[in-house]
């Protein structure tokens, strides 16, 4: 099974540790803020709407390594 769609069926709050790096669909309350996805990698705090503030939730869409999990790339 996919680890990412195991983790999707879970929606997250400001606040909360990103758990995996990829794009995030972006939930608002009533908001009209016109953020629908966002970015972040695994260990990231996930933060408030400038907006709506905490009425915001996060749910992974789609898990994407971060450049700093590349072997390749380390230093």
Known sequence: ????????????VPGDLAPQSG??????????????????????????????RSQVRFQLQRAIPHISQDRDFKG
């Open 23 to 52: 794009i995030y669909e972006v939930m608002h309350n009533n908001c009209p803020s016109r953020e629908l996805q966002m970015i972040f990698v695994a260990g990231q705090r996930l933060p408030p709407c400038p907006r709506c």
């Open 1 to 12: 099974m996919n680890h990412a769609r195991k983790v999707a069926a879970h929606w997250f």
